[in-house]
């Protein structure tokens, strides 16, 4: 299984990005999938997430901002962010499970993409 993110990059503060996460290496079907980010110094932490029930989870940091979906025709998950600032920098990653739905944590998760960076500046 592979999970590979794409989308990443520089913008300044308001901008937006969207990030792509593909599973390119296998036909396995997650349950649940999201993103999570870490900063230098920083806790890792989650973002946002969506289950196959339609169940989403948003970090309360992010709410209103970011959109995650998914497209399962094409076996990709999406992080659309928009109103960017600079506490937003962080390398970003996706993560999934087919073991189950629970969305809510990062220890929900067993499998792991490398991460694609962003960078917001003021």
């Known amino acids: 299984v592979q999970l590979v993110e794409s989308g990443g990059g520089s913008v300044q503060a308001g901008g937006s990005l969207r990030l792509s996460c593909e599973n390119s290496?296998?036909?396995?079907?997650?349950?649940?999938m999201g993103w999570y980010r870490q900063a230098p110094g920083k806790e890792r932490e989650l973002v946002a997430a969506?289950?196959?029930?339609?169940?989403?989870y948003y970090a309360e940091s992010v709410k209103g901002r970011f959109t995650i979906s998914r497209d399962n025709g094409k076996n990709t998950l999406y992080l659309q962010m928009n109103s960017l600032n600079p506490e937003d920098t962080a390398m970003y990653s996706c993560?999934?499970?087919?073991?189950?739905?629970?969305?809510?944590?990062?220890?929900?998760?067993?499998?792991w993409g490398q991460g694609t960076q962003v960078t917001v500046s003021s």
């Open positions: 993560a999934a499970r087919a073991d189950g739905k629970a969305i809510a944590t990062i220890l929900n998760y067993n499998t």
């Open positions: 290496g296998s036909s396995l079907d997650f349950s649940a």
């Open positions: 969506l289950n196959s029930d339609g169940n989403t």
